[in-house]
């Protein structure tokens, strides 16, 4: 089955600061990948996904990312983050013969005013 | 459209007890996973139906269990609850199996 690591736990930035969080998963075969978002008190949002196509995928908030197969990464970038990016953010992938969906382990942004 | 909605938002049971969560997915849904988050093992698949059919089932006891009806809503049971079972239990759902998943707001279940 496939897994998924995040390597950054807590990460601390001021505003205006470069994002970049690292995701790294292990499986051979095909797979879809997605960040997703969680701000305090509210629900997992999908901040962007690769199904396939150009592996530079911009989604909602000025966030991008990477699907660098030959690395097996999909790291989020932000070159400008502002206070309110302020959330727990989590790279999840499926794999294409099995559907589940496999989360990292998230990685808390806080930024500072 | 409406997002997914689950009930109860928040639930207190006492060890031994069994609890039954509710998911109502987006219109048009067919699929609805489960999910739970704690702080110290994340969020970990626990099972997703489709068509009232189980399409896959994570690593947990068979004291979790879930079903789904002809409308594409779910539910999930836990018997004989432990203290570990605390924990926010999120629901997922999308089109069909291979389509972006959204998510609820979780039902929080703390069992004392």
């Known amino acids: 089955a496939q897994s998924v690591s995040q390597h950054n736990h807590h990460v601390i930035l001021s505003e205006a600061a470069s994002l970049e969080l690292g995701c790294n998963y292990s499986y051979g075969g095909t797979v879809n990948l997605f960040w997703y978002v969680q701000y305090p008190g509210q629900h997992l949002q999908l901040l962007l996904k690769?199904?396939?196509?150009?592996?530079l995928v911009k989604g909602i908030k000025g966030f991008e990312a990477e699907f660098i197969k030959s690395k097996f990464s999909f790291n989020l970038r932000k070159p400008s983050v502002q206070w309110s990016d302020t959330a727990e953010y989590f790279c999840a992938v499926t794999a294409r013969n099995n559907n589940d969906m496999r989360f990292g382990a998230g990685t808390r942004l806080t930024v500072k005013p | 459209k409406a997002g997914v909605t689950q009930t109860p938002r928040y639930l207190i049971k006492t060890r031994g007890q069994q609890v039954t969560l509710s998911c109502s997915p987006i219109s048009g849904h067919r699929s609805v996973s489960w999910y739970q988050q704690t702080p110290g093992q994340g969020l970990q698949f626990l099972f997703e139906y489709f068509s009232e059919t189980q399409r896959n089932k994570g690593n947990f006891p068979g004291r979790f269990s879930g079903r789904q009806f002809s409308n594409s809503r779910s539910e999930m049971n836990v018997s004989t609850l432990e203290l570990g079972d605390s924990a926010l239990y999120l629901c997922a759902s999308r089109v069909g199996t291979e389509d972006t998943q959204y998510f609820g707001p979780g039902t929080r279940l703390t069992v004392l």
């Open positions: 690769y199904f396939s196509g150009d592996p």
